[in-house]
C-alpha cells in the first residue's frame, strides 16, 4: 500500500500541467459567461428601476453583486494561475493612488448604495506610488467586499506614505476578525477551507501574494489584519516597499 502511494511515475506530472492548463482555460470561459449574465442582468435592473419595481431592483442589485464577486474570484484563480507558470505581466508603474481606490469604489458603488454603506476616503491627491495598477486594484477590491459583507454601515479606505511604504487600510465598523484568524500565520490560514461560512481564503491568499510581488530594496510587500482603526472593526492593512 505505502509503495503505490510513494511511486510518482513521470507522465504523472505532464498529465497535472495539462489538467491545471485545462481548469484554467475553463476558468477563463466561465468568466466571459459570468460577464454577459452581468451585463444581462444590470440591463434588467434598470429596466424595473424605471418602471418603479424597487423590490425587483433590490433582489437584482443583491444578485449582481454576487455575481461581481464570482467574477472576481474567477479572475484571482487566473492570476494564480499566472503567477504559478511565471506567466503573468508584471507592469511596475508609477500610480495615482488616489485614482486606483476610485476604480475600486465605481465597481463596488451599487452595493454600497442598495446597503447604506458610507464610504470614508482618506487618501491625497497627489499620493503616488509605484504597483501593479491592475493587481492593486484586485486586492482593493476583495478588501472592499470582504468589509461589505461584515460592516454594519461603514467603510474606510486611507492611504498614506510611511517610511518608504504605501501603507494602504480598509477598515469596517462590524465585529472585527475572530481571534482565530490574528493569532495564526495569516497566509497558511489562506490555505484552508471553512464549511460552515463557505469561505476557502482565496482572496487572502491571491492578496499576499500580490503583496509579496512587490519588492523593492530587498523588501517584500505584506498584508495583516487586525482589528481597531477608527471605527473599531476588522482592518485591512497592506503594505507595499
Avoid at 449582481?64 to 467574477?71: E, G, T, V
Avoid at 454600497?112 to 493587481?135: M, P, Q
Avoid at 463557505?198 to 498584508?223: P, R
Amino acid at each position: 500500500m505505502s509503495a503505490c502511494i510513494c511511486q510518482a511515475p513521470s507522465a504523472m506530472t505532464t498529465e497535472e500541467i495539462s489538467f491545471t492548463d485545462l481548469i484554467a482555460s475553463s476558468i477563463h470561459d466561465m468568466k466571459n459567461s459570468v460577464n454577459i449574465q452581468v451585463h444581462s442582468l444590470e440591463l434588467i435592473a434598470k429596466d424595473a428601476k424605471a418602471r418603479g419595481d424597487l423590490e425587483a431592483f433590490e433582489r437584482l442589485v443583491m444578485v449582481i453583486a454576487q455575481a461581481h464577486r464570482m467574477n472576481a474570484n474567477l479572475i484571482q484563480l487566473l492570476t494564480l494561475y499566472k503567477f504559478g507558470k511565471s506567466i503573468y505581466p508584471l507592469d511596475i508603474a508609477e500610480q495615482s493612488v488616489a485614482d486606483v481606490i476610485s476604480e475600486a469604489l465605481l465597481q463596488t458603488q451599487a452595493v454600497l448604495d442598495f446597503k447604506s454603506i458610507t464610504v470614508e476616503v482618506d487618501c491625497a491627491e497627489n499620493c503616488y506610488w509605484y504597483f501593479d495598477h491592475d493587481l492593486v486594484t484586485g486586492v482593493l477590491l476583495n478588501a472592499l467586499n470582504n468589509a461589505i459583507n461584515y460592516t454594519q454601515d461603514k467603510v474606510r479606505i486611507a492611504a498614506r506614505l510611511s517610511d518608504g511604504l504605501l501603507v494602504l487600510r480598509v477598515e469596517d465598523n462590524g465585529r472585527g476578525y475572530p481571534a482565530n484568524m490574528l493569532h495564526s500565520d495569516l497566509l497558511s490560514a489562506s490555505k484552508g477551507v471553512n464549511f460552515f461560512s463557505g469561505s476557502t481564503g482565496l482572496g487572502f491568499y491571491f492578496c499576499s501574494q500580490v503583496a509579496h510581488m512587490h519588492q523593492n530594496a530587498g523588501q517584500c510587500g505584506t498584508l495583516t489584519i487586525e482589528n481597531g482603526g477608527v471605527y473599531g472593526g476588522g482592518c485591512f492593512v497592506v503594505k507595499l516597499p
